[in-house]
């Protein structure tokens, strides 16, 4: 167990509503990651930070933002959410740099848009 | 465009077969290819493979790179019903070091 907890594990949430997801590390590690799931696309980089308040866009970051006020903590915010964000989020930690190390995940939080 | 493709996409085997996966890539500027094991949750890290013909290899599973023709394999021998799980790979690819990813092959394990 790599210390990574998401929050929450399910929600259901309306179109249109704010949605903040958690994630929580006790591992001190400085990169922390945002995925989504979805069945025909794989794992999909959301956003990912370098360091408390050092946040950069992946590949698929519209309608998301992210902010890392503490090493231990990075939230992910759909701003409105849309039934396209229905998906399996992940968030992921590395030791080194970069996302072609070793990988920590957490256990996924299943978010409906209905 | 950088991509990563996994065959099969799905597997059914009986406990005890050896199955091979695999996982072909076209990325700019290779950095490492990595395998992960999904079980309906969190993917977990298998291996990471950065230098060509070089095994790595825990327990039942082992598996290897193939720099020149671009691919790797995952072997699974004498397989479990435990092993039943999406298998993912993954390349790390450019100055950014950003990760593509394969949609995984989903294998099954019967008794």
């Known amino acids: 167990d790599a210390g990574i907890t998401q929050s929450p594990r399910h929600k259901v949430t309306e179109t249109g509503t704010p949605v903040t997801l958690r994630c929580h590390q006790t591992e001190n590690h400085r990169y922390m990651y945002w995925y989504r799931q979805d069945p025909g696309h794989g794992l999909r980089l959301i956003h990912y930070s370098y360091g408390v308040k050092d946040t950069d866009k992946g590949e698929v970051s519209d309608g998301y933002s992210v902010s890392r006020s503490k090493t231990e903590d990075f939230l992910l915010t759909l701003e409105s959410a849309t039934s396209s964000q229905t998906s399996v989020y992940f968030c992921a930690i590395t030791e080194g740099q970069g996302m072609d190390t070793e990988a920590f995940f957490g256990q996924g939080t299943r978010l409906t848009v209905v | 465009e950088d991509k990563v493709v996994q065959s099969p996409l799905s597997l059914v085997v009986h406990e005890g077969d050896t199955v091979t996966l695999n996982c072909s890539y076209e990325v700019t500027n290779f950095r490492s290819l990595l395998w992960y094991k999904q079980e309906k949750k969190a993917p977990t890290f298998l291996f990471m493979l950065t230098s060509s013909g070089i095994e790595k290899k825990s327990g039942r599973l082992s598996s290897i790179l193939d720099k020149k023709e671009l691919f790797s394999i995952l072997n699974i021998t004498a397989t479990q019903t435990g092993d039943s799980a999406v298998y993912l790979c993954?390349?790390?690819?450019?100055?950014?070091?950003?990760?593509?990813w394969g949609l995984g092959t989903s294998l099954a394990v019967n008794p």
């Open positions: 993954a390349s790390g690819a450019g100055n950014n070091r950003k990760l593509i």
